[in-house]
């Protein structure tokens, strides 16, 4: 089957199954195009509250997909390829949560939402990129436990006089992104402004001009004046900046700083989803409910 025609026969199966696809900014571009909505984990989690459709086909990993199952119990979420986790989601279990509580007795925990439901069902409430200084300031208590990404840690406790006890996980992604590229980058173009994500290491963070989760950074290369910007976050990202801005220059700070669980979605998948209604992200009543509350005291805030 030709790419037009399957993306006909997508359009025309969200029809008949009252369907609606949504995507994160990391998809790969011939899934960004049939997306209905586009954006990072909080507004996909948002998005997902308010949908009017009965089916949701999730393009992102796993613990997105679950958010929305969380957060939208009656509809049906789908995800095109339930092999799509996130390695950093996967470093910490809602036992070894426990353990960690238990060492720090009284203390909040603030779970970042690249975890599993498990987890999110044992934490006070959860963050995004873009509103972890507001939550962890939020929170009661002037330690706070923070799980499961150090370097976001890291980026937080810039911001709060709160001591901020981190899980040590990270994003291989992020991580990877390392200050010699974004040198060697910069030495190429020392015009350029340099955004980065806050998963990144603390000394890249430090030569950044701006640190924008994603939906941040689309709102951002709308408005900038700058021609020249270096991008460090998942690559993904830029196919949607350059199509929604063609006369501006994103370069990645690393060519190859690719999610492989991200990427592992295609158009096809997507049609095989809707095809055959698979695969449904179920999530037991109980760690739904609890993680429900920690979600929704973040989306309120
Ligand atoms: P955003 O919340 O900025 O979209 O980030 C999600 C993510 O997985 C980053 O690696
Ligand atoms: Fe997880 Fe990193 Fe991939 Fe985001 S980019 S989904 S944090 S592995």
Redesign the pocket.
């Known amino acids: 089957m030709k790419k037009s025609e399957i993306t006909s026969r997508i359009e025309q199966l969200k029809k008949e199954r009252d369907a609606v696809i949504i995507a994160?900014?990391?998809q790969i571009g011939e899934v960004q195009d049939v997306a209905d909505f586009l954006g990072?984990?909080?507004q996909l989690s948002q998005e997902a509250a308010k949908l009017k459709e009965n089916v949701i086909v999730f393009c992102g990993?796993h613990f997105m997909a679950e958010t929305a199952a969380i957060l939208s119990p009656e509809k049906t979420v789908l995800m095109p390829d339930l092999g799509a986790g996130?390695p950093m989601a996967d470093m910490i279990t809602a036992s070894e949560l426990r353990e960690w509580k238990k060492q720090y007795p009284g203390r909040k925990v603030v779970c970042y939402?690249?975890t599993s439901a498990e987890v999110k069902a044992e934490c006070d409430i959860c963050c995004?990129?873009?509103n972890a200084v507001q939550v962890v300031e939020a929170v009661e208590g002037d330690e706070i436990l923070f799980a499961p990404d150090k370097n976001l840690a890291a980026y937080v406790a810039r911001f709060t006089k709160k001591k901020i006890v981190p899980w040590d996980g990270y994003?291989y992604?992020?991580n990877n992104i390392r200050l010699r590229h974004l040198k060697e980058k910069k030495e190429q173009l020392p015009e350029a402004e340099v955004w980065v994500?806050p998963?990144c290491r603390p000394e890249v963070i430090d030569m950044a001009d701006k640190v924008l989760?994603?939906?941040k950074m689309i709102k951002e290369a709308r408005i900038t004046t700058k021609t020249d910007i270096l991008i460090g976050?998942?690559s993904g990202i830029i196919y949607r900046m350059k199509q929604e801005n063609p006369d501006k220059n994103f370069h990645a700070i690393k060519e190859m700083a690719h999610?492989s669980n991200m990427k592992k979605i295609n158009l096809r998948k997507v049609l095989t989803s809707l095809e055959d209604m698979i695969y449904k992200v179920d999530v037991p009543q109980d760690i739904s409910r609890r993680a429900k509350g920690a979600i929704e005291k973040m989306v309120m805030l």
Request: hydrophobic residues 15%.
């Open positions: 994160h900014n990391y990072d984990s909080l990993v996130c939402v690249n995004t990129s873009s994003c992604v992020h994500h998963e989760s994603t939906g976050t998942e999610c």
